[in-house]
């Protein structure tokens, strides 16, 4: 794709543009999914299973039903079209019939005059079961045949060796998205059969395939619209409440609307997947790899979610960003009693990360040189093939200087502050000074950028010049991210005027855009604005023969030959495009191929204070160095990396959902502990602007990068203050204060 | 029972059911949306509001206590065509992303520098250690804050 950059506009790519939504968000205005309200709307509420494994025996909705205030009961019976959801297969049921496979899950639905007796219903409803005994344990499930997905990569002589081994075994735990807004919205019946929805998502076109199969209607029949998105980091792939709003507003005729609470919200929406991973590194005497073997097992809970893609990625970044000729990986993605894992923010290749950078560290100790120095002569660049999956490295990789810009950091101020607030323990006041011990860690990780394995994967965008301004329509989902400020920009430097507004359209109005995950929006949907907004700059110049254009209309030569209003005298200029990447292979059945069409790789330094008696854990300072294409924001790019920072240290030090035989025990901001205000660290964000081969001005994805390797990097610092192995993560203050090692 | 109070300098009526919260009788009753609901259980700031002055988390506070007292929200604290400086900082700064956690910080904010003008980075980061943010990491959230400190020493 062109990387012309054309007369210089206001609020045009590379500048730090504040957000078109910033102001009604300050404001208290934005209307969020958990807003919306109608006039004579219903609440509706969801009945869910106590037992993570169950059959259930009868249903009674009777007793729901005579409550006064109360329009609908709905189980599985009236669920009109497909039974089930599910992106990839759909197998979660709408709502559960013959038996209950997770701790939470939806077996009916109420709707009622109010929240409350919504909820009353829900609770009055009869329901018997005969308790099953869950599966819960990865390994186990393995044995069993539980697998959703497993694959392979195998390349090289898979019985080389190398002069030095490693081996070690990997635990994580599962991490919720947590994102701030709960799953909520309203859904109108359209009085001929039809529906519309508004609810938070990541991809309206992809739920509305999913909702129309479900219902049993039409495709036009069913508009979803985009609503305003608390936060999302692969939460809202998957579906919660869509259809269970648009069967009750169909059944009653009237709004409904629904709002889950946290802890509801904590059933209602998929994980990060927990993993146990065993690694074998083996390396010449100079620390070259020599042979990787490793066994993942993801637990994907009860339904299959998208954890085919997860297990994927978490086989093809098993390795990370180093050099490897021969390779066996087996990846798992297993079935069990667990409440069903998707996808967060890394998406398999966070797992990973925490295990290979823990065995290079191993590696680096054993043959006894530095473990950046190590890192450095196995990194992976230009040329170079991917470990797992062979594909050689077209796009821009500078794995060297990410690593080197890190180094090159003043080293980190070794003096511990005596101030309670600065200290492990914080201001319960649990730890002195003298007690506390310091640790310096290094992690890098990689990902891909967009879908991958063959997906046909596109974006529409439509571009209209009207005399008001430009109008960019898409369907592509802001939820926080800022890619509205990123869309704006691009047309903006296209079409060299600043009047531009992004509308977000419902799935009736405009093509997919595709999924904003898998850090693809900045390239996909921006690119088909690019290519929309480019091919409305080439009719406008040839409806006048001019030769370029800015906000006052088309010029040749330097003077204006057509004001914006003669050029729409005739009617909008008015581009649509379906813009596609590079196309991606499906794996041979080894895991060999193009499989992937980009990469990005990112780098973090951690430095930590340790209460080794408590098992405290404070993390002074993280500092990320990262690949992100051309910058189109500044000020986005370094937002991206700090919340994605920031959720790599929850992660390794104090975010993890408790499972007990299946049941979730934490589900709830009060024993789920995300990193506050005083747990975070100052960030220094170093980016490498290197333009990548395709998206618009050369932008590349990014925004998962800064979640891999940040907790890998604070389990280094951990590590090293402690001199422990400490092999899980979220490490647990027992795990350092009680190890034997 | 029907309870009055103060919102955002104006007298309000509003009718109150048993145990309900401030912040359900804010967002229900009075329309009054900006006060967000993420935990509904005191863990998150995204419901702060200032009660006779003071910062509350409005979902731990029952709607009948709340009689006779004034209370700001984040509609109250700019005008429509003039944002309070607290606001436009966290639009210049970027700390605002998904901005559900937003209302909650602006009204803390505005409260620790109505008491403190001039905080230190580690006075900020305690003030507004009971409001969550899961996008930005908190870095813009203090360069905002930081700035608006920082006109006030200078
Ligand atoms: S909603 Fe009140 S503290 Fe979270
Ligand atoms: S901006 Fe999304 S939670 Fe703070």
């Given at each position: 794709m062109s990387t012309t950059t054309r007369t210089r506009v206001k609020g045009g790519i590379g500048e730090s543009v504040t957000r078109p939504d910033g102001v009604p968000k300050v404001q208290g205005d934005f209307a969020y999914a958990s807003d919306l309200q109608a006039e004579g709307m219903l609440w509706g509420a969801t009945r869910r299973s106590p037992h993570p494994f169950a059959r259930i025996t009868a249903i009674d909705i009777a007793p729901a039903l005579a409550i006064?205030?109360?329009?609908a009961v709905l189980t599985h019976?009236?669920?009109?079209?497909?039974p089930t959801v599910g992106q990839?297969?759909?197998?979660?049921?709408?709502l559960a019939g013959g038996?209950?496979?997770?701790?939470?899950?939806?077996i009916a639905i109420t709707a009622a005059e109010d929240a409350e007796t919504a909820r009353r219903a829900a609770a009055a409803i009869v329901i018997e079961y005969e308790l099953l005994e869950p599966l819960t344990d990865l390994v186990k499930a393995q044995e069993q045949g539980e697998v959703f997905r497993h694959v392979r990569s195998l390349r090289g002589e898979p019985d080389s060796h190398g002069e030095i081994v490693v081996e070690g075994y990997y635990e994580m735990g599962t991490q919720d998205q947590?994102?701030?807004?709960?799953e909520a919205g309203i859904a109108f019946p359209d009085g001929e059969g039809g529906v519309d929805l508004f609810a938070p998502s990541q991809w309206i076109h992809e739920d509305h395939g999913q909702i129309v199969a479900s219902l049993g209607l039409?495709?036009?029949?069913v508009r979803v619209h985009p609503a305003g998105v608390g936060g999302a980091f692969g939460s809202r792939e998957d579906l919660s409440l869509q259809v269970h709003l648009c069967l009750l507003a169909l059944y009653t005729g009237r709004p409904v609307r629904m709002v889950y609470d946290r802890q509801e919200s904590f059933a209602g929406h998929v994980h990060r997947h927990a993993a146990r991973m065993w690694y074998r590194h083996e390396a010449d005497s100079q620390g070259n790899l020599i042979r990787v073997e490793a066994k993942l097992l993801l637990d994907g809970g009860a339904y299959t979610e998208t954890s085919p893609a997860v297990i994927a990625n978490a086989v093809y970044f098993s390795i990370g960003p180093y050099r490897c000729p021969n390779v066996v990986i087996d990846g798992y993605a297993v079935r069990t009693n667990n409440p069903p894992s998707g996808a967060m923010r890394g998406f398999g290749a966070v797992q990973t990360c925490f295990a290979y950078e823990a065995q290079m560290d191993r590696l680096a100790a054993e043959i006894g040189i530095d473990p950046l120095e190590l890192r450095l002569r196995n990194a992976l660049g230009p040329?170079?093939?991917?470990?797992?999956?062979?594909q050689v490295i077209t796009?821009?990789?500078?794995t060297v200087e990410v690593i080197n810009v890190l180094r090159a950091?003043?080293?980190?101020?070794?003096d511990v502050i005596d101030d309670p607030l600065h200290l492990p323990g914080g201001t319960g006041l649990?730890?002195?000074?003298?007690?506390v011990v310091r640790g310096v860690g290094y992690a890098v990780g990689l990902k891909n950028l967009a879908f991958a394995e063959a997906f046909d994967d596109y974006a529409e965008a439509r571009v209209v010049l009207t005399p008001q301004g430009v109008e960019v329509h898409t369907a592509?989902?802001?939820?926080?991210?800022g890619m509205v400020t990123v869309l704006q920009q691009i047309a903006r430097s296209v079409l060299g005027t600043e009047h531009v507004v992004v509308l977000f359209d419902d799935t009736s109005r405009i093509g997919s855009a595709g999924?904003?995950?898998?850090?693809?929006q900045t390239q996909m949907a921006g690119g088909a604005v690019f290519a929309a907004a480019s091919a409305v700059r080439r009719a406008a110049l040839q409806r006048v023969g001019g030769d370029d254009m800015d906000a006052q209309g088309v010029r040749r030569g330097g003077s204006l030959v057509a004001t914006v209003e003669d050029l729409c005298a005739a009617g909008p200029v008015e581009e649509t495009v379906r813009f596609r990447h590079p196309d991606t292979e499906e794996p041979d059945e080894?895991?060999?191929?193009?499989?992937?069409?980009d990469f990005s790789v990112a780098a973090h330094r951690a430095v930590v204070d340790v209460d080794p008696e408590l098992g405290l854990v404070r993390v002074v300072s993280i500092d990320a160095a990262q690949e992100v294409g051309t910058v189109l924001n500044p000020q986005s790019v370094v937002g991206q990396i700090e919340g994605g920072t920031m959720q790599g240290l929850g992660l390794a030090i104090m975010e993890e959902l408790i499972f007990d035989k299946g049941i979730?025990?934490?589900?709830?901001f009060t024993d789920y502990l995300l990193p506050t205000f005083l747990d975070a660290p100052p960030i220094a964000s170093i980016v490498i602007e290197e333009p990548g081969n395709?998206?618009?001005?050369g932008a590349k994805g990014f925004s998962e990068l800064p979640a891999i390797s940040s907790g890998p990097a604070v389990m280094a610092a951990i590590r090293a203050a402690t001199?422990?192995?400490?092999?899980?993560?979220?490490?647990?203050p027992e795990d350092i204060a009680l190890s034997d090692s | 029972m029907k309870i009055t109070l103060v919102v955002n300098r104006e007298e309000r009526e509003a009718a109150v059911h048993g145990p309900e919260s401030l912040l359900f009788v804010l967002r229900e009753?009075?329309?009054?949306?900006?006060a967000k609901d993420?935990?509904?259980?005191?863990?998150?700031?995204?419901?702060t509001v200032l009660l006779d002055g003071e910062a509350v988390c409005s979902c731990l506070v029952m709607a009948g206590d709340a009689a006779g007292s004034e209370v700001l929200t984040v509609e109250g604290l700019g005008t429509e065509d003039e944002l309070h400086p607290v606001q436009a900082a966290f639009v210049e700064h970027g700390?605002?992303?998904?901005?559900?956690c937003t209302p909650g910080f602006l009204i803390s904010t505005a409260h620790l520098l109505g008491h403190n003008p001039t905080p230190t980075t580690d006075e900020i980061r305690e003030a507004l250690a009971g409001n969550i943010c899961r996008?930005?990491?908190y870095g813009a959230v203090l360069r905002a804050v930081e700035s608006l400190a920082g006109e006030r020493r200078s």
């Open positions: 006064a205030g109360v329009f019976d009236d669920v009109p079209g497909r990839i297969k759909p197998d979660r049921p709408v038996e209950v496979r997770y701790w939470g899950q939806p947590a994102a701030l807004g709960t039409r495709d036009e029949q040329g170079d093939q991917l470990p797992t999956s062979g796009e821009p990789l500078p950091l003043p080293a980190p101020d070794l649990t730890t002195t000074r003298e007690g592509a989902i802001e939820v926080g991210q999924s904003t995950s898998a850090s693809r080894n895991g060999q191929g193009n499989l992937h069409v979730v025990r934490n589900a709830n395709w998206g618009p001005f001199n422990q192995p400490l092999t899980r993560m979220p490490v647990r | 009753r009075l329309g009054l949306l900006g993420a935990c509904l259980q005191g863990e998150c700031g995204s419901c700390a605002v992303q998904c901005g559900f996008c930005t990491g």
